[in-house]
């Protein structure tokens, strides 16, 4: 899904660049409110405030004459009066700063299931069925019982099966934004998930890098 990032702050912009393409969303980012009037079609648009030539509210004003693309505002103004003018002139939600990635991709999920009401089916892998929405796993058919953090392990590394994750950015999507500490949680989630899956998934340990879902 093609996502437009309008913010003029470039760690922010880095990072949250980096963030949103390992959930697989490919992302422009521009700088300028200019830039991002004249960027093109996108599926999505993140747009900060405070821009350098002109306030991001006027580009959430001008890309909402333009169309209907869902708006998530990024702001540094905490004050509810923001807010409030975000939404009203057509943003369809906000993050305040400072916000980790997975804040923001929990909104954009929200905001596409509000403007997409026509809901994707299940993904099949093999014998395996993810269902994002409902947070639900089939194994030939039959629930596999998961506990929150299994099915978020199972669902990231899914998002690209056969591509090796290192523990650093499993750690980072699934548990917490910045993880330096010890990985340990994540070889235990991986041996559960490992059983409970049995021959259907393979999660194979790419040994000194990370992980990577195997599915037949
Ligand atoms: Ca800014």
């Not at 599926?43 to 405030?49: C, K, R």
Request: aromatic share 6%; with cysteine; hydrophobic share 45%.
């Amino acid at each position: 899904m093609r996502v437009l990032l309008v913010e003029d702050d470039e760690p922010i912009a880095e990072s949250l660049t980096r963030g949103l393409s390992r959930y697989g969303f490919e992302v422009q980012w521009v700088r300028t409110g200019a830039e991002a009037l004249t960027a093109g079609d996108f599926a999505m648009v993140l747009v900060d405030l405070g821009l350098p030539d002109m306030d991001g509210l006027d580009v959430c004003r001008e890309l909402r004459a333009r169309g209907d693309v869902p708006i998530i505002v990024i702001s540094a103004r905490s004050d509810e009066v923001d807010r409030v003018v975000g939404l009203e002139i057509g943003a369809d939600d906000y993050v305040t700063k400072p916000f980790g990635v997975r804040e923001v991709i929990a909104r954009m999920r929200a905001v596409l299931r509000r403007v997409q009401p026509a809901q994707p089916e299940p993904e099949a892998h093999g014998r395996v069925r993810i269902d994002r929405r409902a947070r639900r796993v089939h194994l030939d058919g039959g629930e596999v019982e998961l506990t929150p953090k299994e099915f978020d392990l199972l669902a990231f590394l899914a998002e690209e099966p056969g591509a090796v994750f290192t523990r650093e950015q499993i750690m980072e999507a699934v548990w917490d934004e910045n993880w330096f500490g010890p990985t340990k949680t994540l070889d235990v989630h991986v041996g559960v998930l490992r059983r409970k899956l049995g021959d259907a998934a393979s999660l194979e340990t790419v040994r000194g890098v990370g992980f990577r879902l195997v599915l037949p």
